[in-house]
T-cell receptor, first 113, second 115 residues
Framework: GDSVTQMEGPVTLSEEAFLTINCTYT??????LFWYVQYPGEGLQLLLK?????DKGSNKGFEATYRKETTSFHLEKGSVQVSDSAVYFC????????????FGSGTRLSIRP | GAVVSQHPSRVICKSGTSVKIECRSLDFQATTMFWYRQFPKQSLMLMAT?????????EQGVEKDKFLINHASLTLSTLTVTSAHPEDSSFYIC???????????FGQGTRLTVV
């Protein structure tokens, strides 16, 4: 079945550092790919998405490119801020209209001032 | 994007009582709904899927008689944790899908603590 694998955390970085959180997936067909963010004590918020190969999703300085050849959707940000501290979930939704969203295990990110 | 309102955000209940969590779609008709559970420092685990007007489909290992899910209208879904026990303490999150959805819209989540 479909699955998502993302790098384990926690990840701790200094402010203004470069961030990469790796995510790879297994799915049939052409799934849609997402990154969700969960700030402390809050629910999930969609951060960015990509619905077809080579699409780049971007939001709030974060980017991720849908790589069909490597089945990857790595999250990157050039300069992180303390306010980026949160848990990040990579997810996919299959191409079928009945498909469910499948989540990765989440990566906790902490940014030091 | 769509707005999903989940209530309450936090609830503490005594062991053996039942708790109802509401999930409302404020600006679109939600034909598909998902309920997730998240244990501390773990990912979201899908509990059940329901379509408006039909019975929910529960994931393997989820007790349907314990976690009652109702999706009687296109704007409201409820999850009732019956006879709650401390091991049911968790973060519950709903997500709703509009008819042509390509992404999920999540509620704010409910942190349930059973004492």
């Amino acid at each position: 079945g479909d699955s998502v694998t993302q790098m384990e955390g926690p990840v701790t970085l200094s402010e203004e550092a470069f961030l990469t959180i790796n995510c790879t997936y297994t799915a049939t067909g052409y799934p849609s790919l997402f990154w969700y963010v969960q700030y402390p004590g809050e629910g999930l918020q969609l951060l960015l998405k990509a619905t077809k190969a080579d699409d780049k999703g971007s939001n709030k300085g974060f980017e991720a490119t849908y790589r069909k050849e490597t089945t990857s959707f790595h999250l990157e940000k050039g300069s992180v801020q303390v306010s980026d501290s949160a848990v990040y979930f990579c997810a996919l939704r299959g191409y079928s209209s009945a498909s469910k969203i499948i989540f990765g295990s989440g990566t906790r990110l902490s940014i030091r001032p | 994007g769509a707005v999903v309102s989940q209530h309450p955000s936090r609830v503490i209940c005594k062991s053996g009582t039942s708790v109802k969590i509401e999930c409302r779609s404020l600006d679109f008709q939600a034909t598909t709904m998902f309920w997730y559970r998240q244990f501390p420092k773990q990912s979201l685990m899908l509990m059940a899927t329901s379509n408006e007007g039909s019975k929910a489909t529960y994931e393997q290992g989820v007790e349907k008689d314990k976690f009652l899910i109702n999706h009687a209208s296109l704007t409201l879904s409820t999850l009732t944790v019956t006879s709650a026990h401390p091991e049911d303490s968790s973060f519950y999150i709903c997500s709703l899908g509009p008819p042509s959805w390509t992404e999920a819209f999540f509620g704010q989540g409910t942190r349930l603590t059973v004492v």
